[in-house]
């Protein structure tokens, strides 16, 4: 077998990582035992030539789907920089004589009114993860801004997750051991 080749049951684990990136189920799907899937899938994650092959599988498809980097950038901007009034347009309460942004219904309820898709820019509509008809009325939801703006800020490199430590002026580390002499008396 050439050394680039995987075995079948490897080629057919990363088929079934593909499917939902677990690697325990994969192992199971693959024809792996239901009782070693979670070491092997380790294992097999662990395998530079299955670990190349799934690669080259996602880059496949990313490409066949145009998935790009600037893409999911530009969606996540979408969502963080979301203004909720570019979706819902609400007027002035009963009691609030300054507005003149809504007319009454009629019956003295000053209801908050979605902007027509028609209206909505592809900006906001992105934005929107759902619009829903109640028994109280209209119920619009926005994707979590927060969210967004924390895979923004870990992309651009603004939070780190681990510590990285340095010596003096970014020297690496020396390692200290202490060393206990016992004198033998």
């Known amino acids: ?18 499917i939902d990136l677990n690697a325990t189920q994969a192992a199971k799907r693959a024809g792996y035992s239901e009782l070693t899937a979670q070491v092997q899938g380790s294992r097999l994650l662990s395998n530079v030539m ?3 092959a799934i690669a080259a599988r996602q880059a496949a498809i990313a490409q066949k789907l145009g998935v790009t980097q600037e893409r999911i950038v530009a969606e996540l901007a979408k969502i963080a920089f979301s203004d909720i009034r570019k979706a819902v347009q609400w007027g002035r309460s009963p ?6 942004n809504a007319k009454p219904n009629g019956l003295g309820i000053y209801p908050v009114e979605l902007i027509g898709s028609d209206k909505m820019d592809d900006d906001t509509a ?43 002026d970014g020297a690496a580390l020396v390692p200290v051991v202490n060393v206990r002499l016992r004198s033998r008396s």
Request: proline share 3%; no cysteine; glycine share 8%.
């Open 1 to 18: 077998m050439p050394a680039k080749e995987l075995t079948p049951k490897q080629a057919r684990f990363v088929e079934e990582f593909m």
């Open 50 to 52: 299955v670990g190349e």
């Open 95 to 100: 009691i609030d004589t300054e507005s003149e």
């Open 126 to 168: 992105a934005a929107v993860s759902e619009v829903s008809l109640t028994q109280t009325g209209i119920k619009i939801k926005m994707h979590d801004k927060k969210s967004a703006l924390v895979d923004l800020g870990k992309h651009l490199g603004m939070f780190k997750e681990r510590v990285e430590l340095t010596g003096k």
